[in-house]
């Protein structure tokens, strides 16, 4: 990476190789593309330059019904379009948000569905890559087919807060795990010649206010935790842009971040494609002489910020002399290389899409994503015997439940109902109680066409009691709507269902509860209930599901991505500062647990939590024996996994650091998900990224940093249970980016 005359670093130079390709083509193919972006830009007269740096919204409620102008007739409504030029066959750029499929908020009539994926939370729980470019390619196939080139996808925030309303979107709460479930959602994604975000970057951790929220945290703990993330996942995917959060990070703002986005992202990093803000995030034009090399939605600006549209002032400071011509070549050119390097430039007709199989993928994240937490024997539900079950709550009659805010999918055929909930704030208007139409009571009459299913809507404990009383068996479903724009008060179920689930439990011995939630909860009916299944916002499948877990037909295998407390004195932030401020309060969270981010806070306090991150039962069991450890540059650990039940299905050994020299640290060093039949052993070798083991030295070296001595491991089945341990010494080394 070079820096320019004026200090900011120029893509010109080149840094990364794709993976997957061999380092001398790749870096021809790098520098052809380089080559061609600074080209088409040197033709570009300033008016061609300036239109692309900004996007405008689609039509929607929250902003206007009426059209913008700058949008031309015909054009699908979408998040943010940018117009091309066409003269030089630079595409506009059509931006759609597809986290969890393609999004449409009402404003494309014709539209009458995309596939609902589960949510990110989901994927993450699946530790399965595979499955996660699987999603990717679903939304890249759905994205194409109409005409979105830019998806705002690849949320891949840590679950720092359990509160946070958004954890849904994202992966989990570890660096190595939300980086390489993210990057293969991108690589799906952008397989498909469609351009994906990696977001919010970064510490966008809560959502209570977080156009004014100033996240504080140590900068090398931030290196080694959320940075650490989107530094492997570029790499990992070469994500064609980045789209930075509301928040300010100490101190400065996500998108007008010097030290974040110029000095590590675009300087240490080497990242070549461009900056987007979020919506409504950019308040000041010299963002852009801080790294932000596009404003987005900008109708939302010049409502939040009362500010001129970016590109108004940014033109002024060019002509005054402030924003450099480089500086304002690079934007572009940063814009145009991502265009060139996924080839957004070259859609020749729209691939055909087969849409029964992508509910096969998205039925098969889910079935691979819910968690079995607890199991006294009571599941799968014995098919033989003829019982009586009761189904209690959560809408379980008519469908499952998705998260709310800007990722919220309309399903093909749209929801099975929409409720509105409602709140404070410019998000409160689109907080909605969304059910995809996949019922879990349809689901398992027909997978248990001889038991005695009747259902209640737990609208009451003195209700609910009278059926589960003359039950032999209760399956009591527990929502809780989360999303965009609020962060969660407590770890309760909304609208009384804990006191519901409480009182089944304690009239009927047989009571399974399933959990629909973004985000754990405190379960106080826990020592009553046999059986806990945690299906999150498992996507448009996801009522068949949970049903085939929960009859045998699919043997779970998710994982817990997050760590489930057992009350929130166990967690950094037992009060969640600014939490119930109004809107436009200026807040500030101290994220003070620094690296030590969900189990790495547990290990590190001694504190046991409820359900260990990793965790999740299986119907079979799984032995894990020989393991070897070997050290040097880095550790790798090989072991082997035998299926020791009598039910084939999929395990995840994880492997972690326990202990450095002079130290007790924990770093999920590496994962894999392995299926088994019964009888059947595999030999797995994990090879640990070195900054997992290392330590990021903030100051005059800004390198990482691995000292000599042994270092400890444990395989396990999740960050509480270790089955086996083993060491090896490193060598030291210091190494850079
Ligand atoms: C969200 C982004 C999203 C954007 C466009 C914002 O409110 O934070 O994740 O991509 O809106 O809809």
């Not at 894999?672 to 083991?693: H, I, K, M």
Request: glycine fraction near 12%.
């Amino acid at each position: 990476m070079t820096r320019t005359r004026t200090g900011y670093p120029s893509i010109v130079c080149s840094a990364l190789s794709p993976p997957h390709v061999a380092p001398t083509i790749a870096l021809a193919q790098e520098q052809a593309t380089d080559a061609r972006a600074i080209k088409t830009e040197q033709q570009m007269t300033d008016d061609e330059r300036f239109s692309l740096l900004i996007s405008v919204m689609g039509t929607t409620g929250s902003i206007t019904t009426v059209r913008d102008p700058r949008i031309p007739e015909g054009l699908p409504m979408s998040a943010g379009y940018t117009p091309g030029v066409l003269r030089l066959g630079v595409p506009a750029l059509r931006m759609t948000d597809a986290s969890l499929g393609v999004t449409n908020p009402g404003y494309r009539p014709e539209d009458k569905g995309a596939t609902a994926m589960p949510a990110s939370v989901v994927v993450g729980s699946s530790f399965n890559p595979q499955l996660a470019r699987e999603g990717g390619a679903v939304i890249g196939r759905e994205a194409r087919i109409r005409g979105f080139n830019v998806v705002l996808a690849g949320g891949i925030n840590l679950a720092r807060e359990v509160r946070n309303g958004r954890n849904f979107e994202y992966y989990s709460e570890d660096p190595y795990l939300s980086a390489v479930l993210g990057a293969e959602a991108v690589n799906g994604i952008q397989g498909e010649g469609v351009i994906s975000t990696l977001k919010h970057y970064t510490l966008n951790c809560n959502e209570t206010n977080r156009h004014w929220l100033d996240a504080i945290i140590d900068p090398a703990a931030h290196r080694e935790s959320d940075l650490l993330a989107f530094q492997i996942a570029i790499e990992h995917s070469q994500a064609g842009a980045i789209m930075s959060g509301y928040n300010k990070i100490n101190g400065h703002y996500a998108g007008g971040n010097h030290h974040l986005l110029n000095e590590v992202l675009k300087g240490a990093w080497g990242y070549k494609g461009w900056v987007m803000s979020d919506w409504g995030a950019t308040p000041e034009w010299d963002f852009a002489l801080k790294g932000l090399d596009q404003e987005s939605g900008a109708q939302l600006d010049v409502m939040m910020w009362r500010t001129e549209p970016f590109t108004e002032p940014l033109r002024k400071a060019h002509a005054e002399g402030e924003l450099p011509k480089e500086r304002l070549s690079d934007m572009v050119r940063r814009i145009l290389r991502s265009v060139y390097a996924v080839g957004i430039d070259k859609w020749g007709p729209a691939p055909e899409v087969d849409m029964a199989r992508h509910s096969e993928v998205a039925l098969e994240t889910a079935r691979q994503g819910i968690v079995v937490l607890k199991n006294d024997g009571v599941l799968p539900l014995a098919a033989d015997k003829p019982l009586k079950i009761a189904v209690i709550g959560g809408y379980a009659q008519l469908g499952v439940l998705s998260g709310t805010g800007s990722s919220a999918v309309l399903p093909v055929g749209g929801y099975a109902a929409v409720i509105q909930i409602g709140g404070t704030g410019i998000m409160g208007g689109g907080r909605n109680l969304y059910l995809f139409p996949s019922s879990p009571l349809a689901e398992l009459k027909k997978l248990l066409p001889t038991m005695h299913i009747e259902f209640d809507p737990g609208q009451t404990p003195a209700e609910a009691v009278l059926l589960a009383k003359r039950s032999d068996l209760v399956l009591a479903f527990g929502i809780r709507s989360e999303g965009e724009g609020f962060d969660l008060a407590d770890l309760s179920l909304p609208w009384g269902q804990d006191a519901v689930i409480d009182v089944v439990a304690s009239v009927n011995p047989n009571t399974i509860v399933v959990l629909e939630t973004g985000n754990p909860v405190s379960m106080p009916w826990r020592s009553k209930v046999k059986a806990i299944v945690q299906a999150w916002y498992p996507g448009q499948a996801g009522g068949q599901a949970i049903a085939e877990v929960l009859t045998g037909k699919v043997n779970p295998s998710g994982r817990l991505p997050i760590t489930f407390p057992a009350d929130l004195a166990q967690t950094p932030r037992p009060e969640l500062p600014g939490l119930g401020t109004p809107w436009g309060t200026p807040i500030i969270i101290r994220y003070d647990e620094g690296a030590e981010v969900g189990y790495r806070w547990f290990a590190k306090k001694g504190e046991k939590p409820l359900y260990a991150f990793g965790h999740g039962l299986s119907y079979t069991s799984f032995d894990y024996h020989d393991l070897e450890v070997g050290g040097g540059e880095t550790i790798t650990a090989s072991f082997t996994v035998t299926n020791t039940g009598k039910r084939e299905g999929a395990d995840v050994p994880q492997l972690y650091l326990t202990e450095v020299p002079g130290e007790k640290r924990m770093r999920l060093l590496g994962f894999e998900r392995v299926e088994l039949r019964p009888g059947q052993s595999r030999r797995v070798t994990v090879t640990a990224d070195p900054r997992l083991l290392a330590r990021f030295d903030a100051g005059a070296d800004h390198q990482w940093r691995i000292s000599t001595g042994t270092y400890r491991v444990a395989l396990g089945k999740s960050a509480n249970d270790f089955v086996l341990t083993g060491a090896a010494p490193l060598t030291p080394r210091l190494f850079g980016r």
